[in-house]
């Protein structure tokens, strides 16, 4: 039987929706399937989070209230390339995910790792729009047209619904792959795109 694990969703203004809500879904539909998972969002302070879409979310706890994680997951979004400058974001980042078991990423989410050190020396990928700007960060390997990469404990997922992608092998992990596809089973989670893009 696997432990319980605390994982950690972080959110900040202009955070791409579906870039934490997809994991969201995964890892909450993770505890009906086989329990023994606890799913926190964090932000910097209390009060309402407005998401890149518009949507307003208010996390379970500030920094200073949140628990140790397990497990610490980082959106994308427009707001990564402001809460880059954000040392207090920066900071809070690198304790959460010190002794965290994984730490990851999802879309331009892999800007905030880099500065947090997490990414450098690491192979990584995020948005396809966003892949020369994050290899110009420098000290880190961009894998392009890839949906997800692990390197050691650090997954980073490309852009936006591949961090359902990557949650999903991520309870394969924490679990096995059977808990992962019956987490995909009970999402009814099977994509066929009516439009597949040219790529």
Not at 41 to 70: N, Y
Request: proline share 6%; net charge negative.
């Amino acid at each position: 039987m696997s432990r319980e694990r605390t994982i950690g969703i972080l959110l900040f203004d202009d955070a791409e929706e579906l870039d934490w809500a997809g994991p969201w879904e995964v890892l909450t539909s993770l505890r009906m399937v086989a329990g023994e998972t606890r799913v926190v969002t964090i932000a910097e302070r209390d009060g309402p989070v407005t998401c890149a879409k518009g949507l307003r979310v208010l996390p379970d706890h500030d920094f200073e209230s949140a628990p140790p994680l397990d497990v610490v997951l980082v959106p994308g979004g427009q707001g990564t390339r402001r809460q880059v400058d954000n040392p207090a974001l920066i900071e809070w980042l690198r304790r959460a995910g010190a002794d965290a078991e994984w730490v990851t990423s999802v879309c331009t989410g892999a800007l905030l790792l880099h500065e947090a050190g997490f990414a450098r020396g690491k192979r990584v990928t995020t948005h396809w729009g966003f892949c020369d700007q994050l290899e110009a960060r420098g000290d880190v390997t961009v894998l392009r047209r890839t949906r997800w990469v692990r390197d050691g404990n650090l997954v980073t997922a490309a852009g936006v619904s591949a961090g359902i992608d990557m949650a999903l092998w991520l309870v394969g992990q924490m679990h096995s792959p059977g808990v992962a596809r019956q987490v995909q089973r009970y999402m009814e989670y099977d994509p066929a795109p009516p439009y597949q893009a040219e790529v």
